[in-house]
């Protein structure tokens, strides 16, 4: 599970669920004239609102959270993210008719005119699960909300193919070898010490060597919002998604885009590099 594609959207749906337990244990009712003394009942103390605002709120905001963090499960074919928006806006949409009828039908017996009203813990659930549906509606929409909840940490030094060559002879930095003459082996390109121009090779000009085409050197990498990333063979559907807060590593520059490596070995090509962060 990684904490670290978590968006800030996510932290809107986290808040609002710590919102709505912390209301579960605030009253449910509010009747006028009753002494300061008298115990109301919480959240806790009906079935219903428990059931339907309470537990589906927090289930709601639980199943989006970790879909989020585990795109690859799935239910009946949905990802958790979608059961979760059905949830937050069942438990809002739950909190709503409470707040109308808190007493839920009971008023209506006998003289109602004097029927309680919603409590506090009540009216603040309400408040939570609308945060709570529309933070986890607003996320896929609004770009502010897409951005990484925690900051990306310092990216490790990309050793599996950044590695220099061992020092030796032909590499730069290689110490010379002394020769027979007791100075410095020639190097590739000289001749030996004493040796006649043209001996045991041919007399012609020695020719320039070509400078090496540039070669690509990877880097790490973080995406600002989440970027499916493709199979290198061209398919057309995803096979992972880069999420922000992460670091990635980009291998090589393909035809179709920036070649990267996830953190569980998969390679694929990131067809849109616009607005990365390198390492």
Sequence with gaps: MNIRSLTRGDGVVIGAAVLLFVASFLDLYSIDGIPDSYDLPSLWGSGPVLLSV????????????????????????????????????????????????????????????????????????????????????????????????????????????????????GYPGAQQQPSAFGGPAPQPGQQPFGAQPGAGAGTGPVPAAQPPAPEFSPFW????????????????????????????????????????????????VLRDTSGIQRG
């Excluded at 905001?61 to 970790?66: D, M, N, S, T, W």
């Excluded at 409470?98 to 409590?119: C, E, K, L, M, R």
């Excluded at 493709?230 to 035809?255: C, F």
Aim: aromatic share 8%.
């Design 221 to 268: 990498f973080a995406v600002p919002v989440p970027r499916p990333l493709y199979a290198e063979d061209g398919a057309p559907m995803p096979i992972a998604e880069l999420a922000p807060g992460t670091w990635y590593l980009a291998v090589e520059q393909g035809g179709q885009g920036l070649v990267a490596q996830t953190q569980d070995g998969r390679r694929g």
């Design 54 to 169: 309470v537990l589906a709120g927090i289930i709601g905001a639980a199943l989006v959270v970790v879909g989020r963090a585990m795109p690859e499960r799935k239910v009946v074919g949905l990802d958790l993210r979608q059961f979760g928006v059905a949830f937050t806006v069942f438990a809002a949409w739950s909190a709503l008719g409470n707040i109308f009828d808190p007493a839920g039908g009971y008023d209506n017996v006998g003289d109602s005119t004097n029927g309680p009203s919603a409590g506090t813990g009540l009216i603040l659930a309400l408040v939570a699960t609308l945060i709570l549906a529309g933070g986890a509606i607003a996320t896929p929409l609004v770009p502010a909300l897409q951005g990484a909840l925690l900051p990306a940490p310092k990216p490790p030094a990309p050793t599996p193919y950044g590695a220099q060559p061992p020092a030796g002879y």
